[in-house]
């Protein structure tokens, strides 16, 4: 990348390194597997209400079934995260390499 960058700003003519380097790894088999809706409502009946434990195991993967958020931005989310707005509830999520406001 170094001499990447010096053959980009004309300080090198050629690159000493491109001989040096292997192919690129693509990946061309495989996609992020969706729940249809009956199977994430199967997901959530599945688990137990009846301890505290199951209530929060059950808002988690609510959240994150419904809203597409990822495990560390749903559990950086504070009270003040949820709100109502025009008869809507609606959740800030604090995704990883974002400022907070």
Do not use: C
Not at 2 to 21: C, E, K, S
Not at 62 to 91: C, N
């Amino acid at each position: 990348m170094l001499f990447d960058w010096l053959v980009t700003g004309q300080i090198v003519p050629t690159n000493p390194a491109a001989i040096v380097r292997g192919q690129k790894h693509v990946v061309k088999v495989g996609k992020t597997a969706l729940l249809d809706p009956a199977e994430a409502r199967a997901l959530i009946d599945s688990i137990d209400v009846s301890a505290p434990v199951g209530l929060r195991d059950r808002a988690l993967i609510g959240l994150m079934v419904y809203s597409f958020a990822r495990v560390g931005a749903a559990l950086a989310m504070k009270v003040e995260d949820v709100y109502v707005q025009d008869r809507r509830l609606w959740v800030r999520l604090h995704e990883k390499g974002r400022k907070a406001p």
